[in-house]
Each structure stands twice: as structure tokens, then as C-alpha cells.
């Protein structure tokens, strides 16, 4: 075997070996330990797109650690779906640290930055093989890995609304991390399996015997996962961590974390429940009604707020059940549309806290009310939360329209059309939220006495950088939709 065969391994071990290595290098040679990051996070992608253009010529890859094939060993898979999820990942999570290298110094106190970068790369590397492993044991192993490092981004702030909002984040994803472990040991009692495959192909049968516990189970995911994606109405963490973290921990969770595990969500409704047996029990219409509800609330909050990162913590609750509706409607077109808005959504909501971190970083404000006239000293601040907030919206020429064009166009085809006028009534609540903030910041002709601190151009950049993908995924839809349309096929 020749070390390209090794990727879908190495993607995931280079992380933890950067983890291991990267507080010894901040000790020793401090301006080399964010360059091995970097160097790690441009690996993993170079591999990650390596991979997607080798399946799409020879198909799936399964990867057997140490040459044992399940059910006995680990797999790990790599088809076209989990390789678009792992090069968002992979893309979102270099930008945002490119973005954090000037903004963590004036965040974090500088004896725990070399921390930071080893935390960050147990994060994704967790999430990288939260997305490729085949196994549910596995699964929960990374799931804690991933909620601990995600918890710990949070807390490395050191003040008390962080350690509160950390606290929060780990007593929920613990009871979210049992209900998931019940829910394993549900499936392997009914199979002796725990590899998606075999589980696929035993529980039709084993269906017959344990019913209720296979029932059981599937309920157990839902909760496990709606806890830890902060699914309505088990969202309640949510909203603190997001806004009381540092600017760069806010965009990787709610730009890529939350969104890692409704994919695995859908992965477990897809590659281990057979399609037949859950078309005995509602469980894709609970997913379906709580994620509308979602939209609506996660909204309705959001109006709510005077503070800018605990606005934009609200909006992401709303914005991440759009993925669960995509999920709850069980039909290609609305798959489509939420793995559409998975890409988009990470990058927007990225650059909306970058712009929030840019902000603090520069004036210190937080209050939404003080932001009056601010567009004309941070204008290219206000142009991205302007572009990103109208990719919220829905509007044309953004990428949020065209992920919310899909689902809308798969209701009306299965005959839901009042989830149409829930797509369109959380739009024109977003639009309430966000449309005065950027008025109030580019026409509002009253003099503003704040004092403003010149940005660095790398944060300028990352931020610029975030401009050109939400507006050029608004027009040029055509490889990601053919990339999903060739992946869903696979499933469907």
C-alpha cells in the first residue's frame, strides 16, 4: 500500500499528533507553533481533496486500521457526501485560524495560546473523524474527544461568564453523550453489531424481536444529537457558549461543530436504520416540526437581543434547523438544499462572528444599539455583515438563497407547503434583525465619539475572503449541487 492509501487515517491521526506536539513547540520555538498548524490543517485539505477526486473515479474507499476488516476492526469511509462535509470542515476551520492568529492575542492572555492551537486541533481532528469512521464505538469515542476540546475553547477565556457558558456546554452534552451511548447499546443488545453496515443489514431482521428497543434507540439519537447540534427546543446551552467565547471559538461552533452532528444525525437515519423501518414510526416528521419551530424561535430570540454575539448565537439555532428540515422531509431535493446550506451557513456564520471579533477588537463594543455609524470607520466590517447578513435572509445573490430555494421547492413537491410559508416567515424575521443594524451603520448621520483601533489585514482579509464565497455560492451552484445530487444517488 502506498501512503495515499493511508489518507483517510492520516487526515484524522496528523491532528492529534499536532496536539500532541504543539505545546512543546510553543515553549521552545513559539513562532513556529502556529506555522504547524497551519501546515497540518493544508495537509489534511490537500488530502481531503485528494480523496474526493479519487472516489469519484473508483467509488467509495473503506479504510481497515492495522488490515482488520469489520465487524471485528475499525473502518473508516470516505464516499463523495463524507468527503463535501470533511472539505468544509477542513476549509472552514484554516480560514478561521488564519483569522485567529491576530485576534486570540488580543482575546486570550498569551501563556495560554499555544494551548489554544492544541485544543484546536483536537477539535477538528475529532470532527474530521466524527465524519469518516464507520463505527459507532468510535463514534462516541470522538464525540467525547470533540465535546471536551469544544468546551475547553470556551473556557480558555478565563472569566466567569465563559467558565459558566463552558460548564453549561458539558453537563448537556453529557446527558446528550448518554442518550446516544443508551441508543448504541440498544442496537448492539438487538445485534451483536456495531459497524453502520452490519448494523444496517441485522436490524431489519432483528427488528422483529426487539421493536421497542430499536424504537428506543432511534429516539435516543434524536435526542442525543438535537442536544448537541442545538436542535429546538434543546438548544438551551447554545446561546451562552457561542456568545461568551472567544470571537474564533464562536465562528468553529457555530460555523462547523453543531453542524457535524447533524450530519452524523443523518448518517444514522440513512447508513444504519433501514429506510423501511423507519417509515413504520414519525421520526422524520418530530424532526420536521422541530425544526420548524426552530426557524421560527431561534428568530423570534434573536430579535430579542441588545448584544451583538449572543444575536448572531440566537440566529444560529434558527439557521441549523434548516438542516434538520432538510433531513425531516426524507427527499433529495430538501437533502440538497441542507447540505447546500451547510457549506453556506459555515461560512457566513463564520464571518459573522469575525465581524463581531473585528468589531470588539477595534472599539470594544458589543451593545447593538452603540453600532450607530459605525459603517464609515469599519467599512469593510459593515460590507460583510451586511452580505452576510442578507445570505441569512435569503436574499438573491447570496448563497442562503439557494439552500432555502431548495427546500421550499421540495415542500411544494411532497406537499407540505406550509413549511414554504415557514421558510419564508424566518426569513423576513432574520431580515427584521439584521436589515436595521446595517441602516443604522451606513445611514445614520449622527457623530460617533468612539475610538477606533486599526484593524490588522489579515482579519480584513479572512473576512473579505468570507464576501467572495457566500456571494459567489449565490450564482455558481453547479458543482456543489452535482457533487450532492452524485452523493445523495449513492443513497438513494
Known sequence: MGLTDHFPVLIIVIFFIAAFLSPLVYRLARKFSAALILAVLTAALGMAIFLLLEVQQAGTVLYHLGGWPPPWGIELKADPLRLYIL?????????????????????????????????????????????LTNDLFNLFVLMEICAISACAIISIKEDRECLEASFKYLILSAMGTGCFLLGVVM????????????????LAEAFNYYPRNIFTAAALFIVAFGTKAALFPLHVWLPDAHASAPSPSSAMLSGVVIKIYAFALFLMFYEVFPRELLATIPLNEIILWLAGLGTL?????AMLQTDLKKMLAFSSIGQIAYIFMGIG?????????????????????GMLFMVAGVIIYSTGIREIKDLVGIGRSLPITMVAFAIGGASMVGLPGTGGLISKWFLALSALEIGRPVFVLIILASSLLNAVYYMPIVINAFMQQEETKIEFKPVPRVMLGCMVAGIVVVVVSGFYTTPVVNLLEQSLALIF
Request: glycine share 10%; charged share 10%; aromatic share 18%.
Open 297 to 301: 424561535f431561534g428568530s423570534i430570540y
Open 87 to 131: 472539505l468544509v470542515v477542513l476549509s472552514v476551520s484554516l480560514w478561521i485560524f488564519i483569522y485567529a492568529l491576530r485576534d486570540l492575542h488580543h482575546e486570550l492572555k498569551k501563556r495560554v495560546i499555544g494551548w489554544y492551537y492544541t485544543l484546536y486541533a483536537v477539535l477538528v481532528g475529532s470532527m474530521s473523524g466524527i465524519v
Open 187 to 202: 442496537l448492539y443488545m438487538a445485534t451483536g453489531y456495531l459497524n453502520y453496515g452490519f448494523l444496517q443489514v441485522e
Open 329 to 349: 422531509f426524507n427527499h433529495d431535493l430538501a437533502l440538497i438544499g441542507g447540505f447546500y446550506h451547510i457549506m453556506v451557513h459555515a461560512v457566513t456564520k
